[in-house]
Structures are given as structure tokens and as C-alpha cells.
């Protein structure tokens, strides 16, 4: 979208807060919300999680096939059943599955490669991955289920030391030198050695006679527990290894940098540059095809001449779509269909203007939803001629776990949606954390034995990963919306003029110096809904050319990169985008005359202790601080119990908005 991460961005688990899907209009919301509505609403849901909205209108045109193709994706974060109340990303694993075989038929059918990437993030984030314990057991399966040709490791693999094992115990022995990890190593159990993931990198050659080196580098990753190390890419382009296959007699065609790390030059957490570099040092014009992650954003990003860089967002919501052509066997191994492969269109725009180099390029963000797969698998009888038996045994599989771990188990009816930055911090009626995250805390979040003492709460927004929409609050929507396990840690009897202080310290940290909290104008009359305001007409051009269905582009990505503003490959009116602080802070228990208590209990996440610490000040040390519940209590419990609190209405009768 428009706005790009500069300032809130803390790496860590701080590193995600924004918006998507539907946006509300507060109390007056029914009425404002016309035109999504109005849109013919036929349900494809033949395939993707039973329930889950099909999305209203399709792309806005086909692919540009190239020589070389690829699909992305990344920052998945468990979301395998798709998202079941937002209708431009309802698709499920199984309908990737079905279409990413597809588009692979198509690439054979056309004498051209294509290729799967995915840079990782798997876990946190849906119950599918995180309500088992360690998370990934039942999701990282039916992840395994795609047929990718190169994957690599993200932060969230690494927090949890169960789960950094199971990564490097199973799943990276699973996929062989696919899984490459060139610059993190998690220790041996049997040796005690720190021993490489996956495979540092991976030399290849593809179907079509492409000889591809690839490498897969993190962003400089701090937050890992002990059960890993990251290698910082100042020094991994230093490692004996790199040099060698850089130096290496072997003719490569294409270098394949991908990574869990921002595509974007000018984010702080990007190392991709550093690589690039040392790349060039020794290839100064071989292509280099990068693909990112991290920052959770849609993004496409110019290195040089011949090298470019797409970042497909987060979730499920993208699927990030390149193609390139240019080889010939003159600068390549090369052996399909030269120039470009025919009846389609083709990739024709150099990375920059003035280019020198013989490879064009095209870059496109596809929303994912069944109608978009269908569209671009190209099969002429659309809904029935889809799907795979492998597709359809995976949407299976993914039902069966939802129903085991019973995420569709509802808790309550939230009755209206909250966004994290789609409404400025301080808006109650549309925002989140004013909206439901303080007051469910100041409920749920309580030690009965100090249920009169006044008490403060303090968290990094970071830990609240995603909207939370009106209709159904299922057990699966608290992993949604909380999917971290931050144990709520206190310390009694706090001075309220210390403890007061805390969260502006915590806001002027090195985290948030860099931007004013508000970015965006708010507009002035409830039901002037920007989204609404920047909605447009269009004509929709079915595909047999004769129907003309004047349709409203519902919210969602607009995205603008290096190229422009002609990525998204659906339509959508923008969302808007406030920046929010770092870290909130709730009250609970405040005298009822309005005057601030002489002394509060200073609750917060074990997640942000040192800083707390760091905050207070002399005379605060780590062994003042105890667990405030009991020390299993964390930010993955206060959502179910506050919605059984505040949502009981219409609870056995809430419809899917
Ligand atoms: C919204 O703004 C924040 C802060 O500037 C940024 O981190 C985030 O990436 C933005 N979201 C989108 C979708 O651009
Ligand atoms: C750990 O080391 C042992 C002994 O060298 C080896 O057999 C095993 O494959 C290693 N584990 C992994 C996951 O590589
Ligand atoms: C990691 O830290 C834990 C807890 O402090 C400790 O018990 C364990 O031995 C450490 N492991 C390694 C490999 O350093
Ligand atoms: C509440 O706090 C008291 C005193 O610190 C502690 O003994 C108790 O375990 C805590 N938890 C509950 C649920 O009361
Ligand atoms: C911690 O407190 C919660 C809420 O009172 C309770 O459900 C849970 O069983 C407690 N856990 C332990 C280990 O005491
Ligand atoms: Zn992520
Ligand atoms: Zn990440």
C-alpha cells in the first residue's frame, strides 16, 4: 500500500502491525457499508473452507509469461484455511495446491520454467499452526503439500526452540537442498554443534536447461533463542562457502537471492544489498532474482540493470507473481521456447529505464481467492475443470484439523469490526486496541487476591497481529488476533508518577523516534468513510465478452513499488493506513472520582521486561518482577474469556459478514 514501513517497524514480534480486508464505519457501520453489498454476491465456495466468502470480482487482466516464471509466496504465518470472513482472500491451501500444479502444467505445455519460492514466517498467526503444541505440528504438513522448488527460514521459526528443532530435524531433512539457509545454523542435539539448517546454498539446473545458484539469507535476525545462531550478511559474504560458489567453474545463469528480509532498499532490516554487492563483485551482469518477506507489505523493488526484487505481503492474501525473458543460448543454458512463449503475453519492460541488459521483466500481486486462481490457470471450464484430486484432499485435511483442534468453536459475536490502522490510535469506535484490547485486559487480565489495587497494563501493539471482524469470535480468531504466548509479569506497588511515565519512554525509544504517530488525514464525518470516498466504477469484461456487469472495487491492496501503481492484479479502493504507536498501555481499577491512585500494580509482557526495567529506572530490578496470573498466563488468554464477557449477543445466531 501507499504508506511503507519507516518508523513503528521494531523487528521482532513488534515487526507487523497493519491493515487489511473490510473496513467498518464505526456505530453507523450497516449503513455506510453499501457497496460492498450491493456487488452480485454468487458463492464459489465449491473448494475453499466451507463458509468462507468468494471474492466479487476477478482480475483485471492475464499473465505476461516469460522464459522464466515464478510464483511466491511468504509470510504465510499458518493462514492455510484461508481467511474465512474476508471474501478477496478466501482461498485455501488445497486451491494452491490445484493451482499452483496447474500453472506448472501450463509452464511445461509452453516450453518454459516456473518456479516456487516461499521465504518463510510459517507459524504465528491462525490456529491451524499455532493451537498444537509446539506450533507447526499438524499445519507444517499440509504446507509440505506444494511442491516448491526453493524455501527458506523466517524469524518465527526461530523464537521457539522446539520449534527451530523441528524445522531443522524434519522439515529441512524433508526437502533436501531445496531448503536453503545460508546464513542460520540451530544446534545438533547429538553433536552440540550449531550446524547449517538447510543447505547454504543450491546449484541447479532447471527443466528448461536453466542453471540457477541459490541463496537464502535471513535479515539480521537478534530475537532467536538459543537453539540457533544467525550469521549477519556482512559476515556471511565473508564465509569460505560463499566465495567458493561464487568463484566457482560451474556456468550460472540466474542468481536466485531470496530470503526472509525486506525487499526494500531503505528499510533498516534489509540486508539484501549487502549480498547483492558481493555478488556483483564477482558477476557483474548475470541476473539476480530476488524475493523477500518480513515486512508483510506487497512490494517490487530495482536493484540494477538486471536485477530485481518482489516482496509478496503476508497471511494468504498474496501470491506473488515474475516473469523474465531474455536468455538465449548465447548467454545461457537455456533451452526453451526462445524469445517468449506465444498466445500469451509477455514479461517487455527492462528493470529501469536506459537498461542495459537483454532481461524484461513483469511483476504482479494476485489476491488469493479461487476466482483469481481460476482465472489464471486458464482452464476453459472455470469452477469444474479446477481442481485436483491433491487440491481437494488437502482442503479436506485442513477442515479435519480445524475441526480436531476445534478452531470454528465460537465464543462470541463481535458485532462490528476493529482494525489496528485503518482508524487512528485513539479512534474507540473503529480502533482495536481502545476498542477491545484495553478494555478486555482491564477485565480479564486480573489477579484476584489484588483485584482493588489500581493497575496499568503495558504491551507492544506488535503482539495484536491482525483486524478483528464483526461476526462469529471463533477459538481460531484468538490466535488471529493474539497469537503470541507473552506471559503477563508484574510489579506491585509502583508509584503511579513512575509508572506513568513508562509507556512515553517506551513510545520515544529508539522504536518510534522516527515518524509523527499520525500519518493520515482523519476525516471529519463518521460516514465519510475514505474507503468509500475512493471507491470507483468499472466495467468487468466477462470472459466471454458479451456480459458487461458495472461492479463497485471493493477495499483492499493498492500497492505502489518502483514501477508504479499497475501491480495489483485485482482492482481495490485503498485502505487507509494511521501509523500506531509501539507499545499501548490499559488502566483498570482507577479510583471512580477521577484522581490518579498513589501507587499502581505495573503489569506487562514478559516480552518487554528489560525495557520496563530500563524505564523505571534505579531501585527496579529483575527480582521485584513476578508472574501476575501465574506464570502460564500470557496474551494468547484474555480474547476468549472477554468475548464469553462482551459478545454473548447473538452468539448461536451471528452471521458471516
Ligand atoms: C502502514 O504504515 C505502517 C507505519 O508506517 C507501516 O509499517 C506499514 O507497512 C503500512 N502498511 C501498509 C500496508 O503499507
Ligand atoms: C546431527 O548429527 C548427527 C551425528 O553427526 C547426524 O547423524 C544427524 O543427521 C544430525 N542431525 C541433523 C538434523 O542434521
Ligand atoms: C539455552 O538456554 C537454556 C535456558 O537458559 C539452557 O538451559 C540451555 O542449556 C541453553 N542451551 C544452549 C544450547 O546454550
Ligand atoms: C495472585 O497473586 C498472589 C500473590 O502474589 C499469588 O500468590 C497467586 O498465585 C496469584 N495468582 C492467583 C490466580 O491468585
Ligand atoms: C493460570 O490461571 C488461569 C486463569 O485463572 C487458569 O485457567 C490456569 O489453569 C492457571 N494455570 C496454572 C498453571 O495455574
Ligand atoms: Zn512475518
Ligand atoms: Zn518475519
Same mark, same amino acid.
Given at each position: 500500500m501507499l504508506l511503507r514501513s519507516r518508523?513503528?517497524?521494531?523487528?521482532?514480534?513488534?515487526?507487523a502491525a497493519f491493515v487489511t480486508g473490510v473496513v467498518g464505519c464505526g456505530q453507523h457501520q450497516d449503513s455506510c457499508y453499501g457497496p460492498t453489498n450491493k456487488v452480485e454476491h454468487v458463492r464459489?465456495?465449491?473448494?475453499?473452507?466451507?463458509g468462507a466468502p468468494g471474492a466479487a470480482y476477478g482480475p483485471k487482466g492475464p499473465l505476461e509469461w516469460g522464459q522464466v516464471n515464478f510464483l511466491h509466496t511468504t509470510?504465510?504465518?499458518?493462514?492455510?484455511?484461508?481467511?474465512?470472513?474476508?471474501q478477496n482472500y478466501g482461498a485455501d491451501w488445497g486451491d494452491f495446491v490445484s493451482f499452483s500444479r496447474r500453472m506448472k502444467h501450463t509452464a511445461r505445455s509452453m516450453g518454459v520454467d516456473l518456479l516456487l519460492v516461499d521465504t518463510g514466517?510459517?507459524?504465528?498467526?491462525?490456529g491451524v499452526s499455532d493451537a498444537t503444541t509446539p506450533d507447526g505440528t499438524k499445519s507444517m504438513p499440509i504446507f509440505s503439500e506444494i511442491d516448491y522448488d526453493l524455501l527458506t527460514i523466517g524469524n518465527h521459526e526461530l523464537y521457539v526452540t522446539e520449534v527451530a528443532y523441528q524445522m531443522f530435524n524434519e522439515y529441512a531433512r524433508k526437502w533436501g537442498d531445496r531448503y536453503v539457509t545460508s546464513n542460520v545454523k540451530v544446534l545438533n542435539q547429538t553433536t552440540g554443534q550449531y550446524e547449517?539448517?538447510?543447505?547454504t546454498h543450491r546449484y541447479f539446473t532447471t527443466a528448461k536447461g536453466l542453471r540457477i545458484m541459490a541463496f537464502g539469507v535471513l535479515f539480521d535476525?537478534?530475537?532467536?533463542?538459543?537453539?540457533s545462531q544467525v550469521l549477519k550478511a556482512k559476515d556471511m559474504v565473508k564465509e569460505s562457502w560463499f566465495a567458493d560458489a561464487l568463484a566457482s567453474k560451474q556456468p550460472v545463469d540466474m542468481f536466485v537471492l531470496f530470503?526472509?528480509? =525486506?525487499? $526494500?532498499?531503505?528499510? &533498516?532490516?534489509?540486508?539484501?544489498q549487502t549480498v547483492v554487492d558481493a555478488i556483483r563483485r564477482a558477476h557483474a551482469k548475470t541476473p539476480v532474482q530476488i524475493f523477500g518477506g518480513h515486512s508483510h507489505i506487497r512490494d517490487f523493488s530495482v536493484y540494477d540493470d538486471a536485477s530485481v526484487a518482489i516482496e509478496s505481503g503476508r497471511y494468504c492474501e498474496t501470491l506473488g507473481w515474475v516473469s523474465v525473458s531474455g536468455f538465449d543460448a548465447s548467454n545461457s543454458g537455456f533451452r526453451g521456447v526462445v524469445p517468449n512463449p506465444r498466445g500469451v503475453r509477455n514479461p517487455s519492460r =527492462?528493470? $529501469?529505464?536506459?537498461? &542495459?541488459?537483454p532481461f524484461v521483466y513483469s511483476r504482479r500481486y494476485l489476491d488469493w481467492n479461487r476466482k483469481t486462481f481460476i482465472y489464471h490457470s486458464?482452464?476453459?471450464?472455470?469452477e469444474g475443470e479446477f481442481d485436483y484430486h491433491s487440491g481437494e484432499r488437502v482442503t479436506g485435511d485442513i477442515g479435519k484439523v480445524r475441526d480436531e483442534l476445534r478452531?470454528?468453536?465460537?465464543?462470541?459475536?463481535?458485532p462490528q469490526d476493529w482494525c489496528i490502522?485503518?482508524?487512528?490510535?485513539?479512534?474507540?469506535?473503529?480502533?482495536?486496541?481502545?476498542?477491545v484490547i484495553f478494555p478486555a485486559v482491564s477485565a480479564v487480565v486480573l489477579n484476584k487476591t489484588r483485584a482493588d489495587r489500581s493497575r496499568m497494563i503495558l504491551g507492544n501493539t506488535?503482539?495484536?497481529?491482525f483486524d478483528l471482524h464483526k461476526g462469529p469470535f471463533t477459538y481460531d480468531d484468538n490466535f488471529i488476533v493474539a497469537p503470541f504466548r507473552d506471559v503477563f509479569l508484574y510489579i506491585p506497588d509502583v508509584p503511579f508518577d513512575k509508572a506513568s511515565k513508562v509507556i512515553d519512554q517506551l513510545n520515544k525509544g529508539?522504536?518510534?523516534?522516527?515518524?509523527?504517530?499520525?500519518s493520515m488525514p482523519v476525516p471529519e464525518?463518521?460516514?465519510?468513510?475514505p474507503t468509500l470516498g475512493y471507491m470507483s466504477r468499472r466495467d468487468i469484461r466477462e470472459e466471454r465478452g458479451v456480459v458487461r456487469r458495472q461492479e463497485a472495487v471493493v477495499p483492499g491492496y493498492v500497492t505502489k513499488d518502483d514501477w508504479g501503481?499497475?501491480?495489483?492484479d485485482t482492482e481495490h479502493s485503498e485502505i487507509p493506513n494511521y501509523t500506531i504507536p509501539p507499545y499501548w498501555e490499559a488502566r483498570a481499577s482507577f479510583p471512580k472520582d477521577g484522581s490518579n491512585p498513589d501507587k499502581v500494580d505495573l503489569i506487562f509482557f514478559d516480552f518487554i521486561k528489560t525495557k520496563v526495567l530500563n524505564d523505571l529506572g534505579?531501585?527496579?530490578?529483575?527480582?521485584?518482577?513476578q508472574c501476575y496470573?501465574?506464570?502460564?498466563?500470557?496474551?494468547?488468554?484474555f480474547m476468549l474469556p472477554y468475548a464469553k464477557l462482551a459478545?454473548?449477543?447473538n452468539k448461536d445466531n451471528c452471521p458471516v459478514v
Open positions: 518508523g513503528v517497524v521494531a523487528g521482532l514480534a513488534a515487526a464459489h465456495v465449491k473448494r475453499m473452507q466451507p509470510d504465510t504465518h499458518g493462514w492455510l484455511e484461508g481467511h474465512l470472513k474476508e514466517d510459517l507459524h504465528d498467526g491462525n547449517y539448517v538447510g543447505a535476525f537478534t530475537g532467536n533463542s538459543n537453539a530470503g526472509h528480509n =525486506p525487499v $526494500r532498499q531503505t528499510d &533498516r532490516a534489509s540486508t539484501f =527492462p528493470a $529501469r529505464p536506459g537498461s &542495459r541488459s486458464r482452464v476453459g471450464g472455470g478452531l470454528g468453536d465460537v465464543y462470541g459475536c463481535a490502522s485503518c482508524a487512528p490510535f485513539t479512534d474507540k469506535k473503529k480502533n482495536i486496541f481502545p476498542g506488535g503482539a495484536i497481529r529508539p522504536v518510534s523516534k522516527r515518524r509523527d504517530l499520525v464525518d463518521e460516514c465519510t468513510n501503481t499497475d501491480g495489483d534505579a531501585g527496579y530490578t529483575d527480582d521485584m518482577v496470573v501465574n506464570c502460564s498466563f500470557s496474551s494468547q488468554d459478545w454473548q449477543e
